[in-house]
């Protein structure tokens, strides 16, 4: 919202916002980190993704020009994990590769193009990273994640195979990282334990100069009793700051929106959170996914949403259930008439992972309570803020 | 809301819709599962079906099955799995693939002033290629010839994918797990014998999760129904077929399940084979207007086969 030169600052969409298609490669399932709350469960240091699979997956997708589900004016080419950039010498070969071909073949992705990388950090400030950093800077996308206080990162975000912190090695490439992507925003992540370091750890990314904090609660069933009333008290505590300190100028956290928690039509408000099933997904072994969720090393119940693979294309029989979601029909009829529903949100793979059945259409209500204390602390902060702005 | 109990007697019992019976060795249902089936669709107000083996069954299961009102699929209701030269039964099932369907539709057509009801059942649908559209169309084509000509001299024969959705103004569907329960001679439940099938025959098993193995029953005689997600049988909760008219589609959710992996998706081939025969009963339609039939129930005209490509311009 405006007010007379009074702007609170709104989180940044994402590029292309809907227009884009995504491509994520699942570079490997490796990571230096082993984060209490991952939930990779199959991460491993096998399935690094060869030359030979990437170069295949990339020639696929190019050759789908006439493809209605291909249909879309720009692309994002993502780059996940475990942590992407421990093979930083594969991406380079592949997005060299892909802008090499997007220009001979002509294609309408030629400068309509993003490379994305969600990294934890790490090695950013490595050579090899900052040479393709400088070589593509105009076309990246790079966030990394640092969960806030070194007390509340380390509580989770430790390396493998020990108990050590990862927040020392992170903290120190955030400034390199703003400098190189200004406006850029990290993700953090909040589970049970570190509740009562919201507050403080929001202030702390806002201290470091990262001014977009996009924060949001696992999906998974991990929360205890109380844990609703901690983190309302938490939010209550941040809208205090914020408001307080007149942070909300310049600085956001996706915790408070100004639309959210209201009644949500069947007809009208009806579409489905994400985009599982619109977006496509390859691993080492060349096999295709509706989104990362669904490949094995992110399940713990279920066996894996094979959709397809290099050699024989999409089967798509097996995004029809993806492609036909809307809210209301994967919802418990408690979450249809919840009077606050707007803006709860659903992970489909968990979703599918949680699921009674084989199937995307049971909506897991698992983070239900915590929906609910977020908005009485959202409602909170916007009838706050707006009584500020009214006296000023 | 459930009405219907199927009874399946022997694990030969005779294959009546899609999915062939696999199985080969006779194991009869004990008397004491049968008695306790017939008590459970007693109690529930269901109308039993008895699903028949090839061979005759003793005195003691003759008495159990004839003390409650039935109907005897492999007996009353007649399956065949190719075409016959005559049907006599009031209610047969001919089951064929596609492609022996298309081979066969001058022979079929021949069977049609014969019978006053004949269910076919395609039992390859998973293999419908689009090319194979114009041949299935003309088959169908072929069938309302015949069918046309049996109106007119005052015959009525049911053909179940052209002549349902002449009276069909709601999805009349195969209702499995809905409408349509099974019982196994194991004394299990099951939404239909396609999932027995699989069970039997070790087929990985992505309907219940809680069991890795191929467990596929949906509770037992013992301890009642217990059917995971049930509401997801229901045709409200399938995105696709509640807003489609091919009113007569069997939407048999064991092709959903083992062709898109969830159980109210239809596959492109079913919708595409039941927008064919709906077209085609709009044929029908039309042309026994056009001879004077008088209509109720007016067939629309669409530009699509599978809801599914449309499906922005209908949700």
């Known amino acids: 919202m405006k007010d007379e030169g009074l702007v609170v600052r709104e989180g940044n969409k994402g590029w292309q916002e809907g227009r884009a298609k995504n491509i994520t490669f699942i570079v490997t399932k490796d990571c230096q980190l082993a984060c209490k709350y991952c939930y990779l469960v199959g991460k491993n240091v096998q399935e690094r993704m060869s030359w030979e699979i990437a170069k295949a997956a990339i020639d696929f997708v190019l050759n789908r020009e006439d493809d209605p589900d291909f249909d879309y004016p720009s692309v994002i080419w993502d780059f996940i994990g475990g942590e992407p950039f421990l093979e930083i010498d594969l991406i380079e070969k ?29 090695n950013y400030d490595s050579e090899k990273v900052q040479r393709f950093i400088e070589k593509n800077k ?57 509740i009562p370091y919201i507050c403080e750890s929001v202030l702390h990314l806002y201290k470091l100069g990262i001014r977009q904090v996009n924060i949001n609660c696992v999906f998974e069933d991990v929360w205890s009793e109380d844990d609703d009333k901690l983190f309302e008290d938490q939010l209550i505590l941040l809208a205090d700051a914020i408001i307080d300190e007149d942070l909300y100028r310049g600085y956001s956290c996706s915790f408070f929106q100004e639309h959210l928690g209201h009644p949500m039509d069947c007809v009208y408000d009806n579409q489905n959170w994400c985009g599982a099933g619109k977006m496509l997904a390859v691993d080492a072994a060349g096999n295709f996914y509706p989104c990362t969720r669904f490949a094995q090393y992110s399940l713990r119940d279920k066996e894996a ?32 008439n919840c009077e606050v529903a707007q803006g709860c949100a659903w992970c489909q793979g968990e979703n599918f992972d949680a699921a009674k059945t084989h199937t ?8 239900c309570k915590m929906h609910k204390a977020r908005v009485r602390a959202n409602n909170y902060y916007w009838n706050k803020l707006y009584r500020k702005l009214e006296k000023s | 809301m459930l009405q219907y109990l199927s009874i399946l007697l022997d694990d030969t019992s005779v294959a009546y819709c899609h999915a062939d019976n696999p199985l080969t060795e006779r194991y009869l249902i004990p008397l004491e599962t049968l008695r306790k089936a017939i008590l459970f669709g007693m109690k529930e107000n269901l109308m039993i079906q008895y699903v028949y083996p090839d061979y005759e069954l003793q005195e003691e299961y003759n008495a159990l099955i004839e003390s409650i009102d039935h109907v005897k699929i492999g007996r009353d209701v007649v399956v065949y799995n190719e075409v016959p030269k005559k049907i006599t039964a009031e209610n047969a099932v001919l089951r064929l693939s596609i492609a022996d369907f298309i081979a066969k539709q001058y022979d079929i057509a021949v069977l049609l002033p014969q019978i006053a009801r004949l269910n076919i059942c395609l039992t390859d649908i998973e293999t419908f290629k689009d090319e194979q559209i114009e041949e299935y169309q003309k088959a169908l084509t072929t069938l309302n010839t015949v069918l046309l000509d049996q109106y007119k001299s005052g015959n009525r024969p049911q053909l179940s994918i052209l002549t349902d959705r002449l009276q069909l103004k709601e999805m009349h569907n195969c209702g499995a797990g809905d409408t349509n329960i099974i019982v196994a001679p194991n004394g299990k439940f099951y939404l239909c014998p396609a999932f027995y099938y699989d069970e039997q025959t070790g087929i990985n098993n992505r309907l219940n999760h809680h069991n890795p193995t191929s467990e596929r029953s949906v509770g037992d005689l013992e301890n009642g129904l217990q059917i995971p997600n049930p509401q997801l049988l229901k045709l409200d909760r399938a995105p696709l077929c509640r807003i489609c008219d091919a ?20 596959s492109h081939q079913q919708c595409v084979i039941a927008h064919l025969e709906r077209n085609a009963t709009r044929d029908l339609q039309r042309k026994l207007f056009d001879a004077g039939f008088a209509i109720e129930n007016e067939i629309k005209e669409i530009t699509y086969l599978d809801p599914f490509d449309v499906r922005k311009n209908i949700n």
């Open chain 1, 94 to 122: 592949i997005c060299d590769y892909i802008k090499t071909e997007l220009f001979s073949r002509n294609h309408r992705w030629f400068n309509s193009y993003r490379f994305s990388f969600s990294t934890n950090g790490i």
């Open chain 1, 305 to 336: 949403w094979i959709i397809g693979n290099i050699r024989d294309g999409i089967d798509k029989n097996k995004l029809r259930p993806f492609l036909t979601l809307d809210r209301c029909t994967q919802s418990t009829l408690e979450c249809v």
């Open chain 1, 138 to 194: 105009e076309h990246l996308s790079i966030g990394i994640t640092i969960d806030g206080t070194q007390r509340k990162h380390d509580l989770n975000r430790v390396y493998k195979n020990s108990e050590r912190g990862s927040y020392a090695d992170v903290a120190r490439n955030i400034p390199l990282w703003l400098e190189q992507f200004p406006g850029a925003g990290t993700k953090v992540t909040i589970s049970s334990a570190d």
């Open chain 1, 360 to 367: 995307v259409f049971e909506r897991s209500t698992a983070i």
């Open chain 2, 247 to 266: 009113y007569q589609c069997n939407r048999c959710i064991w092709l959903n399940q083992k062709l898109t992996w969830d159980i109210n998706t239809p």
